[in-house]
C-alpha cells in the first residue's frame, strides 16, 4: 500500500501526464459549477453583513463598507465569472 507522500511525489513525478484536456475541462467545470457558486454565497452574506455594519458608521469608514468593499468584491466576481463562462464555453466548442 502507497503512502500519502508516495502517491504525491508520483503525481508530482508525472504531472504531464495528468494534465490532459479533460482535466482542464473538469477543473472549469467544477469551478463553474461548485466553487463560484459557494463563493458567491458566501460573498453575499459578506457584504450584506458589511452593509448592515457600516450603519452607525461615518465617513471613509461608511463609504468603505457601503461602496468601495462591494463594489470591489462583486466586480472581482462578476469578472471571474465572465472568463469561467468564457472558458466553458470555449470548451465545449
Known sequence: ????????????ENMKDFITTEVKD?????I??????????VATAFVAELKNSAVDEKGWVKFRDTIF????????????????NKLASEDQV
Request: aromatic share 4%.
Open 1 to 12: 500500500m502507497m503512502t500519502i507522500d508516495e502517491i504525491k511525489n508520483e503525481v508530482l
Open 26 to 30: 473538469m477543473a472549469i467545470k467544477w
Open 32 to 41: 463553474k459549477d461548485t466553487a463560484l457558486p459557494a463563493v458567491k454565497e
Open 69 to 84: 468593499l462591494p463594489v470591489a468584491i462583486n466586480g472581482s466576481l462578476w469578472l471571474v465569472e465572465k472568463v469561467v
